[in-house]
């Protein structure tokens, strides 16, 4: 089975901090995503790799910046984090049929 | 822009009996379609997914159904079980663009 892995379930920080979200897949995926989920809104994509070092924005990137020094890891990283970053932070992989697999998610909260 | 909708929010339903969720979406490229589930605390799960060339896909008590002509998508969940209550989304891709789009959502409850 696939897995993917968030390094935190539940974080919270404070407003200017530096965050760093951490996601691991094992499956040698070339596709990872994240995306955030608030209620009423759904899972909105932040940004998406689609192999090492490449990045491009999804639907809300302002405010994030990701990393994807190695195939299995992508990281979302919020600059100085704000209280409307509070959020349910999804990692997703794509398999070569083009099912996604999310990881358990991160729940942050900036206070 | 694009967009992937839901009609029902909540949908309650009683135990053994079958679920029908809908999902209308908006692009017309769409070529890819999934149903997940999505408990509480958890991240989605991957239920069964269908492309664009097929009009209906079974699996373990789930069968997606897509009518390209009305562009709308619905997961049928046979003898629902309590296991089954969960917020379920639909999705849709536009290959080009390698990414997802989500609905919001609808929770399934079911009664016992």
């Known amino acids: 089975d696939v897995k993917v892995t968030q390094s935190s379930r539940y974080l919270v920080k404070r407003t200017g901090e530096k965050v760093f979200l951490e996601c691991v897949q094992d499956?040698?995926?070339?596709?990872m995503f994240w995306y955030r989920q608030d209620p009423g809104l759904g899972l909105r994509l932040i940004y998406f790799s689609y192999d090492v070092k490449m990045k491009e924005k999804g639907d809300i990137p302002e405010g994030y910046s990701v990393s994807r020094e190695k195939k299995e890891r992508f990281s979302l990283i919020l600059e100085s984090a704000s209280t409307n970053q509070t959020s349910m932070y999804l990692c997703?992989?794509?398999?070569?049929?083009?099912?996604?697999?999310f990881g358990p998610g991160t729940r942050l909260t900036v206070l | 822009g694009e967009s992937v909708g839901l009609h029902l929010p909540t949908l309650s339903v009683q135990e053994g009996d079958n679920s029908i969720i809908n999902c209308a979406y908006s692009?017309?490229?769409?070529?890819?379609f999934i149903w997940y589930k999505q408990e509480s605390g958890k991240g989605p799960q991957f239920i069964i997914d269908?492309?664009?060339?097929?009009d209906k896909r079974q699996g373990q008590r789930v069968t997606v159904l897509l009518n390209k002509t009305v562009k709308h998508l619905s997961l049928q969940i046979a003898a629902t079980q309590p296991g089954d209550s969960a917020v379920y989304f639909c999705?849709?891709?536009?290959?080009?663009?390698?990414?997802?789009?989500f609905g919001s959502g609808t929770r399934l409850q079911v009664q016992p």
């Open positions: 692009n017309s490229a769409s070529d890819y």
């Open positions: 999705a849709e891709m536009d290959t080009g663009r390698r990414a997802l789009t």
């Open positions: 269908i492309r664009s060339n097929m």
């Open positions: 499956m040698d995926h070339e596709n």
């Open positions: 997703a992989s794509r398999g070569p049929y083009n099912e996604q697999f």
